[in-house]
């Protein structure tokens, strides 16, 4: 029994609590049906304040309209009275155009008839005055005839002057080449001459600059070159040498270097001295001193002079 009952208290709490979350859901629910319907009633109200507004907007858009349609209405009927005016203008222009062609037309005609009417003055004038016209042609005939002839006469005559003239200017031409041809020649020898004295001047200088690194010795009157090489028919004045040809050849000196040289000095010398035995090596001694001697002093004064000569 106590057990029953228990379990009726908890069906019965149970269903108090059902209860009491019905309730409050029905409450939640009341509540936002009450804020529903306060927004339902807003948009209502938005709904009716709209429809009145476009109500008045309509209205309005027809008067614009009813207006509209009256200004193209009119606008038409003005456009209709435009058009018509530009047909008659039209018109108008048109028949201006074809009055204007017709008096140039006209015009034409009019001139035509005068050209032809002074082209039959003047063929009645011809006729009237033929025998003068013809006397009058004839004499312009002969003058031009005697004026033809003297025109030929005068071109024959200065034909033959021209070529008497050109025979004259071909002869003086033919002269003038043949002057200018001896001349050419006369230039190219001239020309050829100049050539051939720089090439001279310019081997002589070369030579001449050669000469001065020339080094010659003197044994007695013999001559020796760098090698110790007689050489026949060159001379001296002072220090300096010319060869066979009198052309400068180079220096006398006494600083011999060569073995080979002063053995042939020697020689050339000894050649040229008497055989007397111990009195002759004394006087070859004394000679080749006095020599050495005499070709330093002319070495030196050859060089002071060149120094003075330079300065």
Known sequence: MEKELAQNQNTFNFAVASLNRVQTDLNNAKNILSQ?????AEAQKAVDNLSADIKVKQANLDKAKAVLSNKQQA????????????????????????VKQALKDAQAD??????????LQE????????DTILVTAQTNLSNAKQKLASAKADVKAKQQAYGLAKANLDAKNAKVDSK???LDRLVAKEEAEKALELAEK?????????????????????????????????????????????????????????????????????A??????????QTFGKLAALMVGIASALGLAEIDRRKKKEF
Do not use: C, W
Request: hydrophobic fraction near 30%; avoid cysteine.
């Open 180 to 182: 200018q041809a001896n």
């Open 202 to 270: 310019k081997a002589k200088q070369l030579a001449e600059e050669e000469a001065k690194r020339t080094f010659f010795y003197q044994a007695g009157n013999k001559i020796l070159d760098g090698k110790g090489n007689v050489v026949p028919g060159y001379t001296t004045n002072g220090t300096q040498v010319f060869n066979a040809h009198g052309e400068f050849a180079g220096y006398l000196t006494t600083d011999v270097k060569s073995r080979r040289v002063s053995q042939e000095i020697k020689k050339q010398m000894a």
């Open 75 to 98: 606008l038409k009927a003005e456009q209709d009275v435009l058009n018509a005016k530009n047909d008659t203008l039209a018109k108008t222009k048109a028949d201006l155009d074809s």
């Open 272 to 281: 040229q001295l008497p055989q007397t035995g111990e009195k002759t090596e």
């Open 110 to 119: 009019y001139d035509k008839e005068v050209a032809t009417l002074k082209q």
């Open 36 to 40: 529903d319907q306060a927004r339902a």
């Open 123 to 130: 063929k009645l004038s011809e006729l009237e005055n033929a």
